[in-house]
Antibody, heavy 120, light 107 residues
Framework: EVQLLDSGGGLVQPGGSLRLSCAAS????????MSWVRQAPGEGLEWVSA????????YYADSVKGRFTISRDNSKNTLYLQMNSLRAEDTAVYYC?????????????WGQGTLVTVSS | IVLTQSPGTLSLSPGERGTLSCRAS???????LAWYQQKPGQAPRLLIY???SRATGIPDRFSGSGSGTDFTLTISRLEPEDFAVYYC?????????FGGGTKVEIK
């Protein structure tokens, strides 16, 4: 059974940093691309970032480019999202997501989400 | 690519047919369009990919169709568990986008 366990969310001040983690199990992690998708309170879904199976290729939404960094450790079956220079508009539930086919494709499995709140 | 979903809210009774629309601002490459269902407090669930392929375990009352810029999700006979919010997503470009969602509510 595919499982994605998101963690690392919390309350952070504007301009601060946070690192999200996603522990994956139940599938061959190193052979699948992964993504992060977020959802602001009461709003729709927004794709944030994607990374290839090897970690060699990454993509970012314009809204987070230059501030967020996606990475992975295939030896630990773990996906990360380093978030710097956080803004109030980054407040959202962040979902770890397994890409169905290739980097930046549809998502076939989702984590339970971790809430990030940016506020002073 | 901007995705516009309509209607914003669809009020239907169990057993009725639901038709949800997703229109793209430009052609979606290779019909790379997916549909997801999300219930309150839960993560989304993949229903349809490639515009018309059902994901694993999805009942056949859910079907997807369309190409280019116009796509449709049809729920043939609404079951009580189908009342939720539905999102379309395009993955035909390197910058993925989601539609704003259609809420299917009980009439």
């Amino acid at each position: 059974e595919v499982q994605l366990l998101d963690s690392g969310g919390g309350l952070v001040q504007p301009g601060g940093s946070l690192r999200l983690s996603c522990a994956a199990s139940g599938f061959a992690f190193s052979t699948y691309a992964m993504s992060w998708v977020r959802q602001a309170p009461g709003e729709g879904l927004e794709w944030v970032s994607a990374i290839s199976d090897s970690g060699g290729t990454t993509y970012y939404a314009d809204s987070v480019k230059g501030r967020f960094t996606i990475s992975r450790d295939n030896s630990k079956n773990t996906l990360y999202l380093q978030m710097n220079s956080l803004r109030a508009e980054d407040t959202a539930v962040y979902y770890c997501a397994k890409d169905g086919r290739y980097t930046g494709s549809y998502v076939d499995y989702w984590g339970q989400g971790t809430l990030v709140t940016v506020s002073s | 690519i901007v995705l516009t979903q309509s209607p914003g809210t669809l009020s239907l009774s169990p057993g009725e047919r639901g038709t949800l629309s997703c229109r793209a601002s430009q052609s979606v490459g290779a019909n790379n369009l997916a549909w997801y269902q999300q219930k309150p407090g839960q993560a989304p669930r993949l229903l349809i990919y490639g515009a018309s392929s059902r994901a694993t375990g999805i009942p056949d009352r859910f079907s997807g169709s369309g190409s280019g810029t116009d796509f449709t999700l049809t729920i043939s006979r609404l079951e009580p568990e189908d009342f939720a919010v539905y999102y379309c997503q395009q993955y035909g470009s390197s910058s993925l986008t989601f539609g704003g969602g259609t809420k299917v509510e009980i009439k």
